[in-house]
Nanobody, 129 residues
């Protein structure tokens, strides 16, 4: 499975961006998908996730109410709509895929980066104040 993230850019605080993550290759049917981000000098952190089959969605507290994750199954693409962007949202955003089908769906599971087998190359988001 190959993941291609795109849609990043330089915006001002309060603006919106929509990131895309296109999957190709041996794509699993509706796998769990996550977005993570990494700011300079900081560890990668969880942003949002969509469980397998789209049964549940999860968000980090810092983006709840501002970001929305969604999937277009026909296009094998996952989106991250980011509204009301803040300077602290700056970082490289990575999409990731988890081919497993866990029996128990939880934020704890999908926010764990080690659960994801496939990663995109990242797209830079810079929010100026």
């Amino acid at each position: 499975v190959q993941l291609q993230a795109s849609g990043g850019g330089l915006v001002q605080a309060g603006d919106s961006l929509r990131l895309s993550c296109a999957a190709s290759g041996r794509t699993h049917s509706s796998p769990g998908m996550g977005w993570f981000r990494q700011a300079p000098g900081q560890e990668r952190e969880f942003v949002a996730a969509l469980s397998w089959l789209g049964l549940s969605v999860y968000y980090a507290d810092s983006v709840k109410g501002r970001f929305t994750i969604s999937r277009d199954g026909a296009k094998n693409t996952v989106y991250l709509q980011m509204n009301s962007l803040k300077p602290e949202d700056t970082g490289v955003y990575y999409c990731a895929a988890d081919p497993r089908k866990p029996f128990v769906l939880s934020l704890r599971y999908y926010s764990d980066s080690s659960k994801y087998d496939y990663w995109g190359q990242g797209t830079q988001v810079t929010v100026s104040s």
